[in-house]
Each structure stands twice: as structure tokens, then as C-alpha cells.
Nanobody, 121 residues
Framework: QVQLVESGGGLVQAGGSLRLSCVASGRIFSIDRMGWYRQAPGKQRELVASITSGGSINYADSVKGRFTISRDNGVNTMYLQMNSLKPEDTAVYYC???????????????WGQGTQVTVSS
């Protein structure tokens, strides 16, 4: 099993910055991909950024150039540095970890509890 704990959310003004952290514990060696998702009220949960165990990174178009995903394997932590924040970035941000072996029946999907990010205009 994998446990994920997010922190770092808060209230900031437009143009400000926040850094989210996600600490993973448990069977972290089994994780293929980690990512940050967000969900605003009345909206679908969307992928913000992801990073694979090999270091491959993807970003949603809406955050490219503003957000940076990274990891520190030494402390089992993933980060999301968010700069130039906009009101439309307001959402609950969730840490996600996936284990996706060839047999889809063995796929595992883990979620943190979420951390609120509010960007005021």
C-alpha cells in the first residue's frame, strides 16, 4: 500500500506563488507515476502535472511555464511549485500515485487527502 500526504496549500493573491508537497510512504518502490490533480467546485478532476519513476514529466497546457513538478527521492517527496498563480487555479489539489503493471487487474491508484489552493483576484 501507498500513503500520500499533501501540504502547502493556502490563500494567495493572483501572481503569487505556493509550493505543494506530497510525502509518500509504504510501498513506494511500486509507484510508476506520480502526479498532481486538481478539482474546482462543479468541475471534473483534472491532471495538472505528472512525473514518472524515470523522470518523464508532463504538464497540462494551462499550467505550462508557471508550474514545476519535481521529486526528491531521498525524502520520498513530490513537489509542485506554482508561480504566477491565477484565480482559475483555485481548486483542491490532490497528490496521486499509480502502480500500473501489465495486468490491468493489478493496477493501483492512490490519493492524498487534498489541499486547498485559493487564488484571489
Amino acid at each position: 500500500q501507498v500513503q500520500l500526504v499533501e501540504s502547502g496549500g493556502g490563500l494567495v493573491q493572483a501572481g503569487g506563488s505556493l509550493r505543494l508537497s506530497c510525502v509518500a510512504s509504504g510501498r513506494i518502490f511500486s509507484i510508476d507515476r506520480m502526479g498532481w490533480y486538481r478539482q474546482a467546485p462543479g468541475k471534473q478532476r483534472e491532471l495538472v502535472a505528472s512525473i514518472t519513476s524515470g523522470g518523464s514529466i508532463n504538464y497540462a497546457d494551462s499550467v505550462k511555464g508557471r508550474f514545476t513538478i519535481s521529486r526528491d527521492n531521498g525524502v520520498n517527496t513530490m513537489y509542485l511549485q506554482m508561480n504566477s498563480l491565477k484565480p482559475e487555479d483555485t481548486a483542491v489539489y490532490y497528490c496521486n500515485a499509480k502502480n500500473t503493471p501489465g495486468d490491468f487487474r493489478m493496477w493501483r491508484d492512490y490519493w492524498g487527502q487534498g489541499t486547498q489552493v485559493t487564488v484571489s483576484s
